[in-house]
C-alpha cells in the first residue's frame, strides 16, 4: 500500500510539471511587482515578549541533532511571539549532494500549507456576499448539481444513492462534503478517483468537469476525509472573483503582504534557492531525492489550491502573524476579525468528532476539530499537543508546518523537504512545540 501511495503521489507530481509546460503561460503568469527585497521582519530579543533567557536555544539543539543524525537534510525555523520575531535560523542543508546550505530564505514547496491560503481567498468572497455556508456547492458549480453518494457494492457493482441533502460550501471549506483524495484511501470511489486522475487535468474547469464525473465516497457531513475541496475552492475563487485565481492571490494577498517568494512556480533568477525534496530510502539507510519530485518552473495549467505553492518562511510568517491579528498587518485589514474568528472555529458535528476520522496528527476527536481549512485545538492536554487552547495549525506532505496559537499570541513556521519518515527519527513537529512551551515564561 506505501509503494502504491507512493507511486501514486508521484505520478500527480510529475502530471502538474506535465501541465506546468503545456498550459498556455499567458492564462496563469504570476507577474511580479517590482520588489527587490523582503520587507524587513519586526524583530525582537526573546525576552523582551515573554519568553525565558536562552530558553529558545533548545530549538537549536533539537533541529541540529537530527541534521547530525541525517534524519532531515535541513531545516529553517521561525519563532514569533507579540508580532515580532524572535528566532528564524537554518540548520543543515537544501541540498545534500551538492552541499548547499539551507537558508533562512530558501525556498521549499509547501504543498498543503497552501490550504489556508486558498481558505483566506474564500473568505474574502464571502465578506464580498459571493457565497454562504449554507448554499449549496452546485449553485456555484452546475456541474456539481447532480452527484451521487457511493452506497457499497451489490453483486460486484457499485450502488450509488442520492445524497441526504446537497453537500455546502460550509462543508466543501471543511472537508466533510463527501469528496476525497483518491491517494490516502483503497475504497472503490479512491481507485474511481486514481483512474480518472482530476489533478492531473490540463485546468481548473477541466478538473471540475471530471470531478463531476464521479461520486461521493460518503453523505455529506457524516464524516471527515481529506480532499481535493480545496483545489474546489480554487476554482471557486477565479470563478467568483473573475480574476484567475493565481492573479487573485498574487493582487490580494501576496503583494500586499509582501510575500515576494510565494508563488506555483519557481523563476528561473530563483531557482538556486529551492530545496531539494528527500525521502528515506531503505537501499540506502538514510535520506535521497525524493522519486517524482520536480520544481515547477512555469505557470501551471491547473494551479493547485490544495498543494501548489512555493514560498518561504518569511513570507508564510507574514500570512499567519495577519490572522493572529485578526486580519490586519501593518496597517492594511483582509480580513475582519469575525471572518477569522469563523475559520479558526471548530463546525464539525459531535457526530464526526467521534467518527474517527483523519490523518497523520490531524485526528479528531473532542480534544481537536476543525474549522474552514485549518485543524483546531480544542483541549491541548487531551489532544497531546503543547499548545495553547484555540490554536489552529497544518502542515505539507513534504513536512513543512506551521501553527497559530492566539492565547499565547504566538506563531511558529518551520520549512522541511522530507516526503515521510525516517526509522527511529524524533517528530520534529512535536520538539519545536515542547521548545516552545517551556521556553514561555511563566504568566507571560
Known sequence: MRNTRTRLLSSLAAAAVVAAVLAPTAVYTQRRTAVATAPALPVAAPETVGFTAGGLDRMDAGMQDLVDKKQLAGVVTLVARKGKVVQHKSYGYQDLDKQTPMRTDTIARIYSMTKPVTGVAMMMLYEEGK??????????????????????????????????????MGELMSHTAGFTYGLFGNSPVDKLYQAANPLGQRDLKSFINTMATLPLLYQPGSRWVYSVSVDIQGYLVEKLSGQTFPEFLR?????????????????????????????????KAGLAP????????????????????????????????????????????????????????????????????????????????????????????????????????WWGIAGTWFWIDPANEVVFVGIIQRRGGVPGAANHEDVSRRVIAEALAPGQ
Open 131 to 168: 457565497w454562504k455556508p449554507t448554499d449549496p456547492i452546485a449553485r456555484h458549480i452546475p456541474e456539481f448539481a447532480n452527484l451521487k453518494v457511493y452506497a457499497g457494492e451489490k453483486d460486484g457493482a457499485m450502488m450509488l444513492e442520492a445524497p441526504g441533502h446537497a453537500p455546502t
Open 251 to 283: 493582487t490580494r494577498l501576496f503583494d500586499p503582504l509582501g510575500m515576494i517568494d510565494t508563488a506555483f512556480y519557481v523563476p528561473a533568477d530563483k531557482l538556486s534557492r529551492v530545496a531539494t525534496v528527500y525521502a528515506y530510502d531503505k537501499a
Open 290 to 393: 525524493a522519486p517524482g519530485e520536480s520544481t515547477v518552473t512555469s505557470a501551471p495549467g491547473l494551479p493547485s489550491g490544495g498543494g501548489g505553492l512555493y514560498g518561504t518562511a518569511a513570507d508564510y510568517f507574514r500570512f499567519a502573524q495577519m490572522l493572529l491579528n485578526g486580519g490586519e498587518l501593518d496597517g492594511r485589514r483582509y480580513l475582519k476579525r469575525a471572518t477569522v474568528d469563523m475559520m479558526r472555529t471548530n463546525v464539525l458535528s459531535e457526530q464526526v468528532l467521534n467518527s474517527k476520522s483523519g490523518i497523520g496528527q490531524a485526528q479528531f476527536s473532542p480534544a481537536q476539530g476543525f474549522g474552514y481549512d485549518f485543524a483546531v485545538v480544542l483541549d491541548p492536554a487531551a489532544a497531546k499537543r503543547q499548545v495553547g487552547k484555540g490554536s489552529y495549525w
